[in-house]
């Protein structure tokens, strides 16, 4: 869509056309709500004025990736009518640590505006924010007509915000708090639910690591008779998931509690009862400390999966294949590298619609580990599931053929993330650098959005990025480059890289100056533990005074060098709430 806009703005005849195509606002507004893409809808508002104005009166939903790219009331002054906001903070590395304590992204300030603009928000989707008992609370009582709130990776909160959330959104349908740095203060916030609430959804609570009033949680369940996805925590038993299953026979999305308790023969019959049931699940998760003994339990509930998530349970490779025989719908899979190379010929084997793959190490720090997935899984997955488009993949070995072939297999990629383990290593067989596996990858995948590289890398690799990835988006580059035309490289070559994230390379100044013309049309730049200095992050906030040039220094660091930086485009100028650690150029 973006590309026949453009042609038609620049074509001699566009205001002409435009005068005679002009509709009723209502007309034109009826038409963008029909659009889903966040990005046509910016698209489209760049036509003409007319059409400027009517996506902003009839935009509902706004995504903001960055929330320091723009403020809320600039955000509030485009769109009078929001009722959805997902919003991300905090760059990707805080997910590993990278970003000091309290660097910001405190969602109580877009709340405050919100709650005078917007009284009408239904929808709140946070992404990497930090989040207060406060903010909850004041969300809770500020949006009478508030339905849904999705934290995922978020911190500074308690279960209390929870229990405020529950107390005072009589309206809500959704509640999905996954994989968040919470203070988990007891699983009493569920009681606060009221005995007459029966709207929920949604309800996702995998990660609190809290025991749950499983009778409150049962009450809640028979109560909510919409209740399509439901994902308990580990405090849930096999002897008491049979009891939930059959208050909800309806359910689309399931996780499981623990799997490691013994059943009686009577209790394990109504754990298979209760799958049979539960013919309408496609999504099934949890699965924690999984037996096998209980596996054939499961095999009712898998006719129509199309999603398994067992990144939690450790199978092993028999017991996976035993699983997908039943699978045949199969269309995203994550597992644990427990299940091997075997385990991974099974799925080549029973997956044939297979579309994402993502293979998580059980342990990422013991070099010393047996188990774990090699070239060979990576290969007898490409060869069974020719519709393969995304793959994470961590392993600890790797060859430049494997790759190739695996890519030959499956030309459709358009995320390619592969992660050896051991920094710089190369193709174990060859000894050679893995820039021709990568190349192989950026030569056959013409679809590329998203690339994850890793191994022993030179220049070689982001030559060949710049020269064929046009289409990328996202990459993320670590322990790898031989100097500063590597990355100066990808700057030139790839039109549409958004965000760059590198960490532990030989990249320098020249590096991060060769961006000048590119930072203002991405979304961010992240650069920890490289070979810039402060001098090279003044020079570049001089001459680009649009972007934000934030540097994170470590305690006893070199004065001269800039330790991590972080670029990104703002229209709000600098942020105020930067912390000591973190200097704005």
Not at 126 to 145: H, I
């Amino acid at each position: 869509m973006e590309s026949e806009l453009k042609r038609f703005r620049n074509s001699p005849n566009s205001e002409e056309l435009t005068r005679r195509s002009s509709f009723p606002d209502e007309v034109i507004e009826r038409v963008l709500s029909l659009l889903k893409s966040h990005k046509d809808r910016s698209t489209v508002s760049l036509v003409c004025k007319d059409w400027y104005n009517a996506e902003r009166w009839s935009r509902t939903h706004v995504f903001i990736g960055n929330c320091y790219s723009v403020s809320p009331e600039i955000v509030a002054r485009r769109f009078p009518n929001i009722r959805s906001v997902t919003l991300k903070g905090k760059p990707r590395f805080s997910d590993f640590n990278l970003v000091p304590q309290n660097w910001g992204a405190d969602i109580h300030a877009w709340l405050v505006v919100f709650a005078d603009v917007y009284p009408f928000l239904e929808e709140l989707r946070l992404k990497r924010m930090t989040v207060s008992d406060e903010s909850l609370e004041f969300l809770s009582v500020s949006f009478p007509n508030f339905k849904s709130l999705s934290l995922l990776s978020c911190d500074g909160f308690s279960t209390n915000g929870l229990s405020a959330i529950a107390t005072h959104c009589k309206n809500l349908i959704e509640l999905d708090i996954q994989e968040n740095g919470i203070d988990d203060r007891g699983g009493s916030w569920l009681s606060c639910f009221p005995e007459s609430f029966t709207l929920l959804e949604v309800l996702n609570f995998a990660n609190l690591t809290s025991d749950i009033n499983f009778d409150v949680l049962e009450r809640l369940v028979s109560r909510c008779k919409s209740l399509r996805v439901l994902k308990v925590n580990q405090s849930i038993s096999l002897e008491q998931l049979p009891r939930l299953l059959v208050h909800a026979p309806q359910l689309t999305e399931l996780g499981t509690g623990s799997f490691s308790q013994q059943l009686t023969f009577r209790q394990y019959e109504q754990l298979e009862s209760a799958f049979s049931n539960c013919s309408n699940i496609h999504t099934l998760s949890g699965l924690w400390d999984f037996k096998a003994i209980y596996l054939d339990a499961l095999y009712p509930a898998c006719a129509n999966l199309t999603f398994l998530n067992l990144s939690y349970a450790a199978l092993q490779g028999g017991e996976l294949a035993k699983l997908l025989v039943h699978c045949p719908r199969l269309r995203r899979l994550w597992v644990l590298d427990t299940v091997e190379d075997k385990g991974l010929e099974a799925v080549g084997l029973n997956c044939p619609l297979l579309e994402e793959l993502r293979v998580f190490p059980l342990d990422p720090y013991d070099e010393e580990i047996a188990h774990g997935v090699t070239e060979a899984g990576f290969i007898a997955v490409s060869c069974g599931c020719p519709r393969l488009h995304y793959v994470l993949y961590f392993c600890r070995q790797m060859t430049n053929a494997a790759v190739a072939t695996v890519v030959q297999n499956c030309p459709n990629f358009t995320h390619f993330r592969l992660c050896i383990m051991n920094p710089g290593q190369p193709d174990y067989i060859t000894g050679e650098p893995m820039d021709e596996a990568f190349g192989a990858v950026v030569k056959t995948c013409t679809k590329l959005q998203r690339l994850s590289v890793s191994g022993l890398l030179t220049d070689l690799t982001f030559e060949y990025i710049g020269k064929y990835a046009k289409n990328l988006e996202t990459l993320s580059v670590a322990f790898a480059g031989s100097s500063d035309w590597g990355m100066q490289c990808v700057l030139e070559g790839c039109p549409k890289l958004r965000k760059l994230e590198i960490r532990d390379c030989p990249f320098g100044n020249e590096a991060l100056l060769s961006g000048l013309e590119k930072y203002e049309s991405m979304r961010s730049l992240w650069m920890s533990a490289c070979n810039v200095t402060m001098n090279g992050c003044r020079r570049l906030a001089r001459e680009m005074p649009r972007l934000n040039v934030e540097v994170m220094k470590e305690d006893g660091s070199d004065d001269s060098q800039a330790d991590k930086v972080y670029v990104y485009r703002s229209v709000a100028g600098p942020r105020r709430d930067a912390p000591p650690s973190v200097l704005t150029l």
